[in-house]
């Protein structure tokens, strides 16, 4: 099975940028998507096909994705930003479905 | 605006069937632009899939819950519906639905379903 390593947690100061990553086997080859969730709400898509914003994401959102890493990096991090972040791919081997990584907490220092 | 809203009995007895239901409103489930999912996340746990449809009908599910799980479609209610059969205390979790579109574009704000006698 298709696993992504995410690190369990990520502390920034406010203002200053915060990276997550998404590990996963050439996980550069299949689009990464990237979910914000802060407790008790539903998940928000912040990223999609790796570096498109959706709609209503601030521009302080980017994202990349080469080899094995996928990052997910948040600039002139703010108190609303703290959350819960999770990558997302669809594996294509055998019958394709969704996996997501274990999941990240940002938290500001 | 799309909305997605799911609704079911919050408490389901071991080794019955859970069922619960997505009413979409702003957008149809019979337009062939979208999947229509479900997920789940256990207390203070991550994020996991469940499955999809298409307004075909055509699914997909997670391969470790394949055995137990349907998802169907209602387009004429404008809703899509999943069944997990045989639960145990594993299947207690929020339940979300959420639209299928680069990437899971709009999710329901979830239910959440105990499994207990």
């Known amino acids: 099975s298709y696993i992504l390593t995410q690190p369990p947690s990520v502390s920034v100061a406010p203002g200053q940028t915060a990276r997550i990553t998404c590990e996963g086997d050439?996980?550069?080859?299949?689009?990464v998507h990237w979910y914000q969730q802060r407790p008790g709400q539903a998940p928000v898509l912040v990223m999609y096909?790796?570096?498109d914003r959706p709609s209503g994401i601030p521009r302080r959102f980017s994202g990349s994705n080469s080899g094995n890493t996928a990052t997910l990096t948040i600039s002139r991090l703010e108190a609303g930003d703290e959350a819960d972040y999770y990558c997302?791919?669809?594996?294509?081997?055998?019958?394709?479905?969704?996996?997501f990584g274990g999941g990240t907490t940002v938290t500001l220092l | 605006q799309v909305r997605l809203q799911e609704s079911g009995p919050g408490l389901v007895r071991p080794s019955h069937t859970l069922s619960l239901t997505c009413t979409v409103s702003?957008?149809?489930?019979?337009?062939?632009?979208?999947?229509w999912a479900w997920m789940r996340q256990s207390a203070g746990k991550g994020l996991e899939w469940i499955g999809r449809?298409?307004?075909?009908?055509?699914?997909n599910y997670h391969p470790a819950l394949k055995s137990r799980v349907t998802i169907s479609l209602d387009t004429s209610k404008n809703q899509f519906s999943l069944e997990v059969a045989s639960v145990t205390a594993a299947d207690s979790a929020t339940y979300f639905c959420?639209?299928?579109?680069?990437?899971?574009?709009?999710w329901g704000p979830g239910t959440l379903v105990a499994v207990s006698s």
């Open positions: 449809i298409y307004t075909t009908g055509a699914t």
């Open positions: 096909y790796d570096s």
């Open positions: 997302q791919v669809w594996t294509t081997s055998g019958d394709p479905y969704v996996v």
């Open positions: 050439n996980i550069g080859r299949k689009p």
């Open positions: 702003g957008d149809s489930t019979s337009s062939d632009e979208y999947y």
């Open positions: 959420a639209r299928d579109h680069r990437g899971f574009d709009v």
